[in-house]
C-alpha cells in the first residue's frame, strides 16, 4: 500500500523529489519564510486530516505522547536537523516509533556561522554598517569603532562533536587562535591537530577565555549551562556566542549581564523561548541577533532534506535508517 509522509513546512526540493519517486504520497504544510512556526495543536489537525505513515519533523514540531497518540499510524520521525531535543526519545521507544536526525552535514554552515558572528562582534560591523548606512560618517577618524584581533586570542569552545571541531580548526587555522575546550568527552583529534587543550570544568574555560562559544545539544545535564554565576565568571572584555540551542544560556541572566557590562558583547542564533526573546535583549547594543539561521546554506540544506528523506526511504524499504537517534 502507499505510504503516506507529512512534511511540516516546505524543505528544500530534493527530499520531496526523492520521496514521490519512491512512490510516497507527501503532503508539506503550507507556510511562508519567516511564519510562525506550525503549534502543536496546527500539527495535529494536519496529521489527523489523513493516515500518516511518517513525519519529516522540523526543529520547532513537538513530538511528544500527545502527537503521537493524535497519529498512530506514523511509524518514523525524521527529524530535520541535527538536533533532536524536540522529540520525546522515551515515548517513541515505547511505541515502537523510529527517530531520525541529519547529524554532521550543517557543521560547516554552523561552524562558519559562529566565526561570522565572532567577527561581526570583534570588528563592530554590524554598528558600523548602520552608522555608514545612516549618513553619519563624515570623515575618517583614529578613534572610529576600534575593535578586537581575533589572532592570538583564547576561544573557549564549550562542546566539541561535529560543530565545534570545525569552528576549533577555523579559528586555529585561519585566525591563529588558542583553544581550550570543556566537553564530557576527550578530543584527541583537536588537541593533536589545533593545539587545543582541555580544561575538567566550565569554571576553568570560563575566566580564561575572550571569546567562548557553545556547541553542546541541549540535555538535561545542558539546560542553563551558562548561568547569571557562570557569566560572572567570564572576563569583562569577554564575547559570548550561542549557536547551539537557546535553553543551554539562562537569557534574562544574560540580558542582565550585557546590561550590566559583566561580558562586552554576545551574539546569539538561538533563543531561550524562541521565537520570544527575553525582555530588553533586542534594545541592547553590545549584542547581534540573527533568527535561527546558522545552517541555512543551500549545501547544508539540500543535505538535510537528502538526509532526512533517505531515513524514510530506508526505514520502509525494510532496513535501519543510518541516523536513528532512539536506539
Ligand atoms: P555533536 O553531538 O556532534 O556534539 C556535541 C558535543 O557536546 C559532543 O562532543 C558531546 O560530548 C558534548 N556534550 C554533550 N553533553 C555535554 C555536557 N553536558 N557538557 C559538555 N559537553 C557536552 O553535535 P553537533 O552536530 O556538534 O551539534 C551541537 C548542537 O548544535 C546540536 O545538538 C544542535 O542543538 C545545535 N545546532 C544548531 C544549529 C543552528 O542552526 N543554530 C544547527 C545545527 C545544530
Redesign the pocket.
Known amino acids: 500500500m502507499t505510504k503516506r509522509i507529512l512534511i511540516t513546512r516546505e524543505i528544500p526540493k530534493l527530499g520531496l523529489t526523492m520521496l514521490q519517486e519512491r512512490g510516497f504520497e507527501v503532503d508539506v504544510c503550507p507556510g511562508e519564510t519567516g511564519d510562525a512556526s506550525l503549534s502543536q495543536d496546527e500539527l495535529i489537525s494536519y496529521l489527523t486530516k489523513n493516515q500518516y505513515d511518517g513525519i519529516v519533523s522540523l526543529?520547532t514540531d513537538k513530538i511528544d505522547a500527545k502527537l503521537m497518540e493524535a497519529a498512530p499510524s506514523v511509524k518514523i520521525v525524521a527529524n530535520y536537523?541535527?538536533?533532536?531535543?524536540n522529540i520525546d526519545l522515551v515515548e517513541t521507544k515505547k511505541r515502537g516509533i523510529v527517530a531520525t536526525n541529519t547529524?554532521?552535514v550543517?557543521?560547516i554552515?554552523?561552524a562558519e556561522?559562529a566565526m561570522a558572528l565572532m567577527l561581526a562582534l570583534t570588528t563592530r560591523i554590524v554598528e558600523a554598517d548602520l552608522f555608514t548606512k545612516k549618513g553619519k560618517y563624515q570623515g575618517w577618524s583614529p578613534m572610529a569603532f576600534i575593535g578586537t584581533d581575533l589572532s592570538g586570542k583564547t576561544l573557549g569552545l564549550?562542546?566539541?562533536?561535529?560543530?565545534?571541531?570545525e569552528v576549533a580548526r577555523i579559528a586555529a587555522q585561519g585566525f591563529a587562535m588558542k583553544i581550550l575546550y570543556?566537553?564530557?568527552?576527550p578530543?584527541e583529534k583537536i588537541e593533536k591537530d589545533y593545539s587545543a587543550q582541555r580544561v575538567a570544568t566550565?569554571e576553568e574555560l570560563l575566566p580564561q577565555a575572550d571569546i567562548v562559544s557553545l556547541?553542546?545539544?541541549?540535555?538535561d545535564?545542558?539546560h542553563h549551562?551558562i548561568n547569571a554565576a557562570r557569566l560572572k565568571m567570564m572576563k569583562k572584555s569577554a564575547f559570548f556566542i550561542n549557536?547551539?540551542?537557546g535553553p543551554v544560556v539562562d537569557e534574562k541572566a544574560l540580558v542582565t549581564a550585557l546590561k550590566e557590562r559583566l561580558i562586552a558583547g554576545a551574539a546569539l542564533?538561538?533563543f531561550e523561548f524562541e521565537p520570544e526573546l527575553a525582555p530588553g535583549l533586542a534594545t541592547l547594543d553590545n549584542v547581534i541577533l540573527t533568527p535561527?539561521?546558522?545552517?541555512?546554506r543551500d549545501h547544508a540544506r539540500n543535505e538535510m532534506a537528502r538526509i532526512a528523506a533517505q531515513n524514510i526511504i530506508d526505514f520502509f524499504d525494510g532496513n535501519k535508517p543510518q541516523n536513528q537517534v532512539n536506539l
Not at 556547541?215 to 540535555?219: E, G, S, T, W
Request: net charge negative.
Open positions: 526543529l536537523a541535527a538536533g533532536f531535543n547529524p554532521g550543517s557543521s554552515a554552523v556561522h564549550i562542546g566539541v562533536g561535529s560543530i565545534g571541531i570543556y566537553d564530557v568527552v578530543n566550565v556547541h553542546v545539544p541541549l540535555l545535564s545542558t549551562l549557536t547551539s540551542r542564533d538561538v535561527h539561521i546558522a545552517s541555512a
